[in-house]
């Protein structure tokens, strides 16, 4: 097994985005802050809509715009395979490919890793698998991933890492995957040409291991990318496991940058994730379930194609501020009763969903950092769980009220 990387040699990159924090919980870990990117400022905490293959399903990019996003996500491994590098460099990277003037973070396709596990051989060179489109054998190095990112053009470009589910028993092999983590991003720091216009994120790797988390924690901070993320969770683990690596994870990392968790999108997951003390995250769930006919409330999830909705000419949520939710000039008005009708039917009723849950995601972090701002954050997390669980606080999940303890908030009081 190759050596790990001395810390000591490292120093510092080169940073296309400025950090600036605004405020903090009183009580807990949580942040508000203003990131600003070279397609301009976001604020955080932050949820991203992902938009795989530089087009988020069921919405056009002046929709997505409209519900206020100013960062989403693109894949790597998706647009190296179609449209291609020629194609991207030809067109002058995704941003104008897909019409999109704000800014894009990529993930790296080392997710794919896991989830192409079957055709894939992970080796110290790269990855080697076989084209989903076609079966060709391809080869992903950390080299071919910075090469694909700067080519696509951005903003936030991810390390290649080597990904292995955390609930994986095996231990020896959880090391390898985090010690080489560490050696692939010195590969893709070297590998990176635009330093000064697109920010390098590291990936905390390491499982469930606190130690191995943290020692990794140690490790890539010393390499002083602009930003960072926790990656490997969200993959089937314990929600008490999942928080205390997160707990761990941002207790050690740098005050002044942004903190990704990677793959995270349940409402209750991004609030109590808030408030230990992370600012970033990313998931294609309320974009998946919207297909489904699933609409994402305060209240719960609302299953639209269930007969009991057949009648209710309600709007999707109470006071939702999102154009099919709203009455007036220039909104849609939509009732639960009309996505009954064509959810099981009609492509429109996963595309009118889809803008709702998005807008659904994006206000509730809206609302997280409002109550960030005014030092509210602790009794927001009260309400949140009361609605979601109809005030009956037996209802409230133990992972969640534990997580939230170590931070200062007791939910059952």
Not at 176 to 197: F, G, Q, Y
Not at 230 to 257: F, H, M, Q, W
């Amino acid at each position: 097994m190759a050596a790990l990387p001395s810390t000591l040699d490292c120093t510092p990159m080169p940073s296309a985005l400025t950090f600036e924090l605004i405020a903090r919980c009183s009580t807990t870990k949580a942040r508000a802050a203003v990131l600003t990117l070279p397609h301009g400022p976001v604020n955080l905490p932050l949820f991203m809509p992902v938009a795989t293959q530089a087009s988020l399903k069921g919405l056009t990019p002046h929709q997505l715009e409209a519900t206020g996003c100013r960062l989403c996500l693109n894949n790597t491994y998706h647009l190296g395979l179609k449209p291609g590098q020629e194609v991207l460099a030809a067109v002058g990277g995704a941003h104008k490919l897909q019409g999109w003037k704000h800014n894009i973070l990529t993930d790296s396709g080392g997710f794919q890793m896991v989830s192409l596990l079957k055709l894939a051989n992970i080796t110290e060179e790269g990855v080697r698998f076989l084209s989903p489109h076609d079966g060709t054998p391809m080869l992903l190095t950390p080299e071919h991933s910075i090469a694909l990112q700067n080519t696509i053009g951005s903003d936030i470009i991810m390390q290649l890492d080597d990904v292995l589910v955390t609930t994986s028993p095996d231990t020896k092999r959880m090391r390898e995957a985090m010690e080489r983590s560490v050696r692939w991003l010195d590969r893709c720091i070297a590998a990176h040409a635009n330093p000064t216009t697109q920010n390098l994120f590291c990936i905390i790797q390491g499982g469930l291991d606190l130690e191995m988390r943290t020692e990794c924690c140690k490790q890539m901070v010393a390499r002083g990318t602009p930003g960072i993320a926790i990656g490997g969770l969200s993959g089937g683990e314990a929600k008490a496991d999942y928080c205390r690596v997160v707990n761990t994870c941002t207790s050690l990392l740098p005050e002044l940058k942004p903190r990704y968790v990677m793959g995270i999108g349940y409402p209750e997951d991004l609030v109590v994730s808030v408030a230990l003390g992370a600012d970033m995250f990313d998931c294609v769930w309320p974009t998946r379930t919207a297909r489904f006919g699933n609409a994402i409330t305060k209240y719960g999830v609302l299953n639209l194609r269930h007969a009991r909705y057949s009648n209710d000419f309600g709007p999707l949520e109470d006071d939702c501020g999102c154009v099919c939710c709203r009455k007036g000039e220039g909104a849609l008005g939509i009732t639960r009763a009309f996505v009954h009708h064509i959810a099981a039917k009609e492509t429109v009723g996963a595309h009118l969903v889809t803008i709702h849950n998005v807008w659904y995601q994006l206000a509730l972090m809206r609302s997280v950092r409002d109550a960030i701002v005014e030092d509210k954050f602790p009794a927001f997390l009260k309400q949140f769980f009361s609605d979601l669980h109809g005030g009956d606080k037996t209802k409230f999940p133990d992972w969640a009220v534990e997580a939230l303890k170590t931070v200062g908030v007791d939910l059952m009081e």
